[in-house]
């Protein structure tokens, strides 16, 4: 099992991932061009875990030159509980670090108990309420 850099090439099986996992909503970004953007763009950030060539966890981690910003941990159902997901996010957070990025949000959909439960309870992450996200979209 190792960690490793997300590539193009990753995107079936980790769109089937997603698709399989409560609580991932896909949206039009994680289609396959504008995710090969977002892979060319963040070069390196994003990660997955694989067991004998299938992909098992990921984590996609971009920046804007100060802050990162992760979305789509997950962990396959029959592999949670083992600190996957820590892993992930330790070595997200190095990486961002290796370039000069110190401080990193994730943004948790307020009807999903268990991944918010999941953000509560690690060390050094914490939840902002000095902070209310507004966003908009244009065509
Ligand atoms: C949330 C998720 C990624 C956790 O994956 P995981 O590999 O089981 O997590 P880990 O084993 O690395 O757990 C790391 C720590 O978080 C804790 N933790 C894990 N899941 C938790 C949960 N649902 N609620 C509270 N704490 C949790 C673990 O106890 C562990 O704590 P420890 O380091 O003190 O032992 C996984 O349950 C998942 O994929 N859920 C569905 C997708 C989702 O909701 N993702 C979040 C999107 S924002």
Redesign the pocket.
Known sequence: MQIRAITPDDHAALFALWQR????QLRAEDEYAPFCRYLARNPGLSLLVEDEGAAV?CLLVGHDGRRGY????????S???????????DEALARLADLGVHKSH????RD?P??L???????GWGEREDIAVFSTRSE
Request: charged share 15%.
């Open positions: 996992t409560p609580g991932i966890a992760l979305q789509h941990l997950l962990v396959d159902e592999w949670r509980g083992r600190s996957l997901a820590r892993a992930l996010l994730v943004f948790v959909l999903a268990e991944a439960a999941f953000w509560l309870a690690q060390a």
